[in-house]
């Protein structure tokens, strides 16, 4: 969506977030109020020296007015401080409140959302523009702000002073805010330019270090610096557009001040030469500084309104998110301690894009207490499952109950906080062993972590590691093993003491070794839990109490392994013999 030049809705939306820091904002005006009064007096404190003390040679005078000026001086000084601590210390307490609300807002966000929204546009939204609206406060409105005030107090002393070479520098500010209101156009659409190039370049290169093994394992290093390097040269570009227009007008802008100058020089020499009492050398003295003091403000007000503009865009960007209800509806009434486990899907139908269902007219029933295995192909809806379940996704149609009670009827905390889930690809966050099991749970404490792990028997292997509990894992857990990390995540799960368990594929990709250990785990954190288990090595659910075969998206089959495997031309008898005869062929 194309900003506009000046989006008022926007701009009083952002406003309401400094209602918490209203005796800050007030005092940043005040002081704003102070330094244009302050910077003003100078030049006129200057002409009464001149006019008044030099050329009457009254020695006592001018001392008298040299510590005035300095007194006014340190005022302005004291002003200027207080004025950009304050409208800076303002702008980032607004962004911190901000960044806090589009964070906790895409906390609830269905998993959907993340599905089609790019990683790196997010950070860009979640850092680099918001840190771009605190710039509308410590480069832009208050800046603005006080410039404007400056040139009108300006004004005011330098009608008061003398309104004939006033009124030569009234007729060349229309010049200079003409040039200034293109420039400001100009800047506006290169300025929205960039943010799209910045955003571009972001979610790339967040995509291509996430995704490093498989550029270098497929060899496409020069391909993927070909593309970086097409969108690296737009961003130049785009950067290029603000650098030309900001080249052109700033000399235009010094042009337009130095003739001002001159012919306010000029025409005030001629009345001083002729004799008209009107002007005199203190006129002169004060508006060099007069002039360079209106028309500086009126220039950089122009680049004060380009950090008003990225703010602005940048805060529309941000609301949109914001703004964004892609949320599941947490209407949900019961709080319920702790399930008893029983598990049933009714005639659900789900789809991830609209007519094209993954799951179709599901009826599935699982009892308290029971591990029921899900296996089939790849595609065939298992994992879609879990996520309905923990209601990541709303389902289409249908209805599932968990405990007699729609899902919907529970508060999400009530339902995630009792369904723990063991994935294929466990994510670890860039942190201690110790922090990745609690997940900073301050109620969990490392004495209950090491109990725990020596009771699935996943303690010798932590204490085997660097700083045993306390060893870092790196981003992503990549200073461990697949396997490693799964022991990590089936402790995360079992110290979360949920009533449901689910394991997703949990087996799939590890070592002879980790497997065993995790079978050890799984057999004790399923104790007296239900336990629901997709699995793609069939060998390792046979023990299931039930096992449920699934095909695009239905469920072609369904119980023991015995039972199942003792079906002629059966589904799950095909998976298991062509599984069985594969790792045969394997071990030999």
């Known amino acids: 969506m194309k900003a506009k030049a000046f989006d008022t809705l926007v701009f009083k939306r952002i406003l309401k977030y400094t209602k918490p820091y209203q005796w800050r904002f007030n005092s940043v005006v005040f002081f704003a109020v102070s330094l ?7 030049p006129y404190l200057l002409k009464q020296t001149v006019d008044g003390y030099i050329k009457t040679h009254d020695a006592h005078g001018l001392l008298f007015y040299i510590v005035l000026m300095g007194i006014v001086l340190l005022a302005e000084v004291f002003s200027q401080f207080y004025f950009v601590l304050w409208a800076n210390w303002l702008g980032q307490d607004i962004v911190k409140d901000i960044r806090i609300k589009l964070f906790k807002h895409m906390l609830s966000f269905k998993m959907k959302y993340y599905d089609n929204a790019p990683v790196g546009q997010l950070v860009t939204r979640s850092v680099s523009d918001i840190e771009q609206i605190a710039k509308i406060f410590s480069q832009g409105l208050f800046m603005i702000i006080s410039d404007l005030l400056k040139m009108v107090v300006v004004l005011l002393f330098m009608f008061y002073m003398n309104w004939r070479l006033t009124w030569i520098v009234i007729v060349a500010m229309p010049i200079l805010v003409f040039f200034t209101r293109i420039f400001q156009r100009k800047m506006q659409v290169a300025f929205e330019d960039v943010r799209n190039q910045v955003a571009n370049m972001n979610t790339f290169v967040q995509e291509r270090v996430t995704g490093m093994k498989i550029v270098q394992l497929f060899n496409r290093e020069d391909i993927e610096a070909e593309k970086f390097s097409e969108i690296n040269d737009k961003h130049r570009k785009a950067w290029i557009k603000t650098i030309l227009y900001n080249s052109i007008f700033f000399p235009i802008a010094d042009i337009i001040s130095s003739l001002t100058l001159g012919f306010v020089v000029l025409y005030g020499g001629i009345n001083i030469l002729h004799g008209d009492h009107f002007t005199t050398f203190g006129d002169l003295f004060s508006y060099t500084m007069f002039i360079g003091m209106l028309f500086n403000p009126l220039r950089q007000i122009a680049d004060k309104f380009n950090e008003m503009q990225m ?54 029933e699982v009892k308290a207490g029971e591990t029921v295995a899900i296996v089939g192909s790849t595609g065939a809806g298992k994992s879609t ?27 999400l905390t009530s339902i995630r906080k009792q369904i723990a889930v063991v994935l294929q690809d466990v994510f670890l966050f860039a942190d201690t062993i110790l922090n990745n099991i609690t997940l900073f749970n301050t109620e969990i404490t490392k004495e209950e972590v090491i109990r725990a792990a020596q009771k699935i028997g996943v303690h010798d292997f932590i204490m085997s590691l660097p700083e045993n509990y306390d060893y870092n894992v790196k981003e992503r857990g990549v200073m461990l093993s697949s ?12 110290m979360s003491n949920p009533s449901i368990l689910i394991l997703d594929e949990a087996t799939s990709s590890i070592d002879t070794h980790s497997e065993e250990l995790i079978q050890k785990a799984t057999e004790t954190i399923t104790e007296g839990r239900t336990s629901i288990v997709i699995a793609h090595r069939l060998a390792t659910i046979v023990n299931a109490d039930k096992i449920v075969v699934m095909d695009k998206g239905v469920i072609v089959e369904q119980g023991s392994h015995q039972e199942l495997v003792g079906k002629e031309n059966g589904y799950y008898k095909k998976l298991y013999d062509s599984q069985f005869a594969l790792e045969g062929l394997a071990s030999e």
């Open 385 to 411: 499952i879990i996520n309905l379940l923990n209601r990541f996704y709303e389902i289409d149609s249908g209805t599932i109950c968990i405990d007699g009670h729609s899902i919907k009827d529970y508060s």
């Open 483 to 494: 396997g490693q990390r799964q022991l990590i995540a089936f402790l995360r799960a079992y």
């Open 36 to 42: 244009s009064v302050f910077a003003a007096l100078r």
């Open 311 to 364: 703010g602005m865009i940048a805060a529309n960007r941000v609301f949109d998110i914001i703004d964004t209800q892609d949320q599941i509806q947490d209407t949900g009434t019961i709080e319920a301690p702790k399930f008893e486990g029983n598990i049933l899907f009714r005639g659900v139908r789900f789809s991830y894009i609209e007519n094209e269902e993954i799951i179709k007219g599901l009826d599935l």
